[in-house]
């Protein structure tokens, strides 16, 4: 489906059920997060076809990568190292995608483009290991979690462990990117900023020649990006406006991030883990209040 077609769809269900949109359960605004970067994932993919071919950069590397599959089936890796199969599977993957994106507040299509989009997501790093980054790490998760917490019974349990596992993973991949950074002399040092915003591929110049005039500023960006990372746990035991201010800057870096690196596919996975550390907060903001009741309750009883 082309982008202008998803748009006037999105339009018009808008329209039909505005409440749909703006006061969605975090699992449906996750989904539906998740689905535009998978979206564009797979539109990115399917512009430049080109080099799905033999011998060019996105071609099969099936045979190459898991000899021993391609040997006891050779027909079936030709077949999936081939364009055509490419072309099919980034094609199902933006209309699972598209479907999630519009319809993900039904609980049926919501479960199924999920798992579709974990098939296909796992078929493509099959096929080659070559165009992925770590956004289609975490959406993979997102597609895998929804997928399967969407077969419980109980719709309030599915959510609950889902929120609960996307809340998770998502500290653990901003503690391990930090800590990573942390033990890198170069992040240590405080250049490493400014030393990727000038190159060609992740940079830009405006913002380069900013931090070349003011070089502590990006020594600040860099060492401020290593202990908001490391720090992130502390989200769980802020007051709840602290908190939400510190998700809050989480949102600005990584559409910081997209704007000025080019990287816009970690704006969306990462942005479609954030309804489900909101969801966290909630409920322990909840559990706190039914605890104060119940001291509460039971205070002129004790007295």
């Known amino acids: 489906m082309p982008p202008f077609s998803i748009s006037t769809v999105l339009a018009s269900h808008h329209r039909e059920h505005p409440s749909m949109f703006l006061s969605a359960p975090p699992e449906v605004t996750a989904r539906r997060v998740a689905s535009l970067g998978t979206l564009v ?68 299509v919501r479960t199924a483009g999920s798992a579709v989009l974990a098939v296909t997501g796992a078929a493509g790093r099959l096929r080659s290991p070559f165009g992925g980054d770590g956004a289609d790490q975490l959406q993979q998760v997102i597609n895998i979690v929804l997928a399967s917490t969407g077969t419980f019974q109980d719709n309030e349990k599915a959510r609950d462990v889902a929120m609960r596992a996307l809340a998770l993973e998502t500290t653990i991949s901003y503690v391990a990117s930090g800590v990573v950074k942390l033990v890198s002399p170069v992040w240590l040092s405080g250049e490493a900023f400014s030393g990727v915003i000038r ?71 990462f942005g479609a883990t954030h309804p489900a550390l909101l969801y966290v907060f909630a409920q322990q903001e909840q559990r706190a209040l039914s605890a104060g009741k119940t001291s509460a309750a039971l205070a002129p009883a004790a007295s």
Do not use: C
Not at 254 to 267: A, C, D, K, S
């Open 41 to 108: 994932s797979a539109l990115e993919m399917l512009s430049q076809t080109r080099k799905f071919e033999d011998g060019e950069m996105l071609s099969g590397q099936l045979a190459n990568m898991r000899p021993k599959f391609a040997k006891r089936f050779p027909r079936l890796t030709r077949a999936l190292e081939s364009k055509k199969a490419a072309v099919a599977l980034y094609g199902v993957q933006a209309g699972a995608s598209a479907a999630t994106l519009i319809w993900g507040h039904k609980r049926g």
């Open 199 to 269: 190159t060609h591929n992740y940079g830009d110049k405006r913002v380069y020649e900013l931090v070349h005039k003011y070089p502590m500023l990006g020594k600040l960006i860099t060492w401020g990006t290593v202990a908001a990372e490391v720090g992130f746990p502390l989200v769980f035991v802020l007051p709840k406006p602290a908190a939400k201010a510190y998700l809050g800057s989480m949102t600005l870096f990584h559409l910081g991030i997209g704007q000025f690196m080019g990287l816009n596919r970690f704006v969306l996975a």
